[in-house]
T-cell receptor, first 115, second 114 residues
């Protein structure tokens, strides 16, 4: 198993550009989520999904869109990048739809710089 | 959302036992306490989870008093490779339609000194 994979590892954008951060998992996990991590901060939840076709907003959803057409993939879209979105983005997955004993598996992260 | 408070940083010498305490005064009845570890340039990794009393696995122990308003992560005989940020999470917080969120705080940066 590759676990949770993220692409690209690093990206530089200009203000106003759009891009999609890719996240895939091969563990047949139902729950997937996106976090952002800024220097000196913990992880903040952007969007999450409890299964294909179902998404919901987290703590900081503004400026980001998600969709979940398959169990494996959960892309994060930035429609018009802003410097405030410069951050490290982590994707995570877990087995079920809300079991409290589930372990979250995180990807290696994508470093995004918006100029 | 249940808020957690942890020390910002801690230093320890190799071979010592390290205890990191997390305060969560408004923990809800259904909340669990979970700890994650994050190395530089990597995603967080699950360490341990508990509801009350004591939980132990091959990596750490988790102590939770009866009132559950705090918890302590104990790492036995730390090595340089244990240098990382440790996050205490309380929850998950359930929203509508059976979905839930996990909330990370700022974590505790543990530095192990040779």
């Amino acid at each position: 198993n590759a676990g949770v994979t993220q692409t690209p590892k690093f990206q530089v954008l200009k203000t106003g550009q759009s891009m999609t951060l890719q996240c895939a998992q091969d563990m047949n996990h139902e729950y997937m989520s996106w976090y952002r991590q800024d220097p000196g901060m913990g992880l903040r939840l952007i969007h999450y999904s409890v299964g294909a076709g179902i998404t919901d907003q987290g703590e900081v959803p503004n400026g980001y869109n998600v969709s979940r057409s398959t169990t494996e993939d959960f892309p994060l879209r930035l429609l018009s990048a802003a410097p405030s979105q410069t951050s490290v983005y982590f994707c995570a997955s877990s087995q079920g739809q809300g079991g409290v004993l589930e372990t979250q598996y995180f990807g290696p992260g994508t470093r995004l710089l918006v100029l | 959302l249940a808020k957690t408070t942890q020390p910002i940083s801690m230093d320890s010498y190799e071979g010592q036992e390290v205890n990191i305490t997390c305060s969560h005064n408004n923990i809800a009845t259904n909340d669990y306490i979970t700890w994650y570890q994050q190395f530089p340039s990597q995603g967080p990794r699950f360490i341990i989870q508990g509801y009350k009393t004591k939980v132990t696995n091959e990596v750490a122990s988790l102590f939770i008093p009866a009132d559950r308003k705090s918890s302590t992560l104990s790492l036995p005989r730390v090595s340089l490779s244990d240098t990382a940020v440790y996050y205490c999470l309380v929850g998950p917080t359930y929203s509508g339609a059976g979905s839930y969120q996990l909330t990370f705080g700022k974590g505790t940066k543990l530095s192990v000194i040779p």
